[in-house]
């Protein structure tokens, strides 16, 4: 079975410190990761995607194999980065997966100014 | 730009109604899902469909059922809604792009069941 964990809740910083939200998954196979972000009042939206290696809004993402990690970060965060993030799981783009997404249980982002 | 639209934003509904959450996709999109969103519990999948008429249970089936008689529409049905289905609903489609899938969501449907 697929697992999705987002350890912290909530996680508060102050403009311009780094942040790390966590996300530690379990898949017997090769999974593809994403990062959602929920701004308040707004729809869910994909942030990024582990397969293409990109920064969006300044946030990266490492897919760690090994620690079975795809942590996202960022080096100086934003107050407009307040948002709820969640960290989300596909078993790939073939077989029956037709891109099913287990989602992690979700972080709270709050930048204080 | 890829729309998927649920027609409430909000429902109040009583204990045993019937309830009908509709969804609709404007980019033609093989795939859509049911999911709902809990405090502390993330998104949940509850149904998804493939095709026209095909369906399959997603982790948290129980309660619902789901239709799909045209690609563009998905509804989910609480048969007989129950105060433990309180709840925000979001639907979302997809597509194979480039051999990737990737998920829109609506707005969310705020359902509570009194």
């Known amino acids: 079975a697929q697992r999705v964990t987002q350890p912290e809740k909530l996680l508060s910083v102050f403009k311009g410190a780094p942040v790390e939200l966590k996300c530690n998954y379990s898949?017997?196979?090769?999974?593809?990761l994403f990062w959602y972000v929920q701004y308040s009042r707004q729809r869910l939206q994909l942030l990024l995607r582990?397969?293409s290696r990109e920064s969006i809004k300044g946030f990266t993402a490492d897919l760690n194999k090994g620690e079975t990690s795809f942590h996202l970060k960022k080096p100086f965060a934003q107050e407009e980065d307040s948002a709820m993030y969640y960290c989300?799981?596909?078993?790939?783009?073939?077989?029956?997966?037709?891109?099913?997404?287990?989602f992690g249980q979700g972080t709270i982002l709050t930048v204080h100014p | 730009d890829v729309k998927v639209t649920q027609s409430s934003r909000y429902l109040v509904k009583r204990t045993g109604e019937k309830v009908f959450l509709e969804c609709v996709q404007d980019?033609?999109?093989?795939?859509m899902f049911w999911y709902r969103q809990d405090p502390g519990l993330g998104l949940r999948l509850i149904y998804f469909?493939?095709?026209?008429?095909?369906?399959e249970k997603g982790d948290i089936p129980e309660g619902y059922s789901v239709s799909r008689e045209k690609k563009e529409r998905f509804s989910l049905i609480l048969e007989s809604a129950s105060t433990n289905q309180t709840s925000m609903y979001l639907c979302?489609?997809?597509?194979?792009?480039?051999?990737?899938?990737?998920?829109?969501f609506g707005a969310g449907t705020r359902l509570s069941v009194l």
């Open positions: 979302a489609s997809s597509t194979r792009a480039s051999g990737r899938y990737i998920q829109y």
């Open positions: 898949y017997s196979g090769s999974p593809e």
């Open positions: 582990h397969i």
């Open positions: 989300a799981l596909s078993g790939g783009a073939g077989g029956t997966s037709y891109g099913k997404l287990t």
């Open positions: 980019m033609d999109h093989e795939n």
């Open positions: 469909s493939y095709d026209v008429k095909m369906k």
